[in-house]
């Protein structure tokens, strides 16, 4: 998944007049097209984990994250063209690759190598660890943040449940490099408010995936033997770049786009119940209580961690109106990842 920065500025003013209406106050509820589109991408970003799975039965962790990062940038191509990606890659290609590297290059390939020992279902829960990460970065990088009460508690929370998951016996180190790919997934989070915020969050993941897919297909060639494609590889590495990643982009920007970004940021609490939903159903992994019991302190954590006090959160029009800040840290809640995860 890719994150994205707090939208504010002219992303939130191109946003609103793409989709012809403005961001959805406080206290209302999720329109109907709101709704679906917040289910299909927690389903597309839940079920990604799954499809690694499978595809790692013919195919080799690089050749699956070369595959899947080649689909989505094709897929993509068109649309961020259209939105400014030639002058992007143009201008700033250094900060984009930087950003490539964080974002798609290392955390997909961390992910594809952990899964290898680690079920689909826990890979989406360690991930959702994220939001723990970005804090503890904005405790030292850029401008400080006041925390909400809850913080500290649910940075606890999340620790102790990542304990408790890697007692799980068939975790062992790929839970360790999954966790490394969280950690990339917080920084290249940071990295891109930082660096892209009056970019279009579409043009900029278009941007990545064109930078890493030449690399990362290279890469595969050389250090992999021939993949063993059957139809439930090809299906899967399909699956993955086209829908999970590209189809995942898509639907979840048109999501902040018409319901804002915090209530956008619930999908970091939903696409691992689907990760461990898929795995159970269709791969039929064990579920022991201890997945259980380490699955709700992560999230719970993850929950408090993403708070921010209540006379610091912004509403939409605020959002809309402050201009854009590169120096901040920004809360958790607005910086939901958007790669398909």
């Known amino acids: 998944m890719v994150c994205i920065p707090e939208l ?5 003013r191109s946003a609103r007049a793409r989709f012809g209406r403005p961001l959805r106050p406080r206290g209302v509820l999720m329109s109907c097209r709101g709704l679906l589109l917040f289910m299909i991408t927690s389903v597309l970003w839940g079920v990604p984990y799954l499809l ?3 595809a790692l039965e013919g195919m080799g962790p690089a050749s699956v994250v070369a595959g899947r990062v080649a689909l989505g940038a094709l897929v993509l191509l068109p649309v961020a063209w259209r939105r400014g990606l030639p002058r992007l890659l143009r201008e700033r290609w250094r900060p984009l690759l930087l950003l490539a590297v964080m974002e798609v290059a290392l955390p997909f390939t961390l ?10 279902g826990l890979a ?3 991930i959702a660890t994220e939001p723990l990460f970005i804090l503890a970065l904005g405790l030292f990088w850029g401008k400080r943040e006041r925390l909400a009460r809850g913080a500290w508690a649910g940075v606890a929370l999340g620790f102790l449940g990542v304990v408790v998951l890697l007692g799980v016996a068939v975790a062992g180190a790929g839970a360790l490099l999954v966790l490394a790919a969280a950690a990339c997934y917080a920084v290249g989070a940071v990295l891109l408010h930082r660096l892209f915020p009056d970019v279009p969050p579409l043009t900029v993941s278009a941007g990545m995936l064109t930078l890493a897919a030449g690399p990362l297909l290279a890469a595969a060639a ?26 995942g982009f898509t639907a979840f ?9 915090a209530r956008a940021a619930f999908i970091t609490y939903v696409a691992p119940v689907v990760a461990v939903a898929s795995g159970v159903l269709l791969l039929s992994e064990p579920v022991t209580t201890r ?10 954590g993850a929950a408090l961690a993403a708070r921010r006090r209540s006379s610091d959160t912004p509403s939409a029009d605020s959002i809309a109106a402050r ?3 590169t120096g901040t840290i920004p809360a958790a809640e607005n910086e939901q990842t958007g790669g398909a995860r």
Do not use: N, Y
């Not at 992910?111 to 689909?120: D, F, K, L, N, W």
């Not at 997945?291 to 719970?300: D, E, P, Q, R």
């Open 52 to 54: 690694i799975s499978v």
């Open 111 to 120: 992910i594809a190598m952990g899964e290898r020992t680690v079920p689909s």
């Open 124 to 126: 989406g829960v360690l």
């Open 253 to 261: 920007f048109a999501l902040i786009a018409t319901e804002g970004p």
């Open 291 to 300: 997945t259980i019991t380490g699955t709700v302190l992560i999230l719970a």
């Open 323 to 325: 201009p854009s800040r």
């Open 8 to 12: 504010r500025g002219p992303c939130v």
């Open 222 to 247: 050389i250090a992999e033997p021939a993949p063993q494609v059957t139809t439930r590889v090809l299906l899967a590495v399909l699956g993955l770049g086209v829908a999970c990643t590209a189809g």
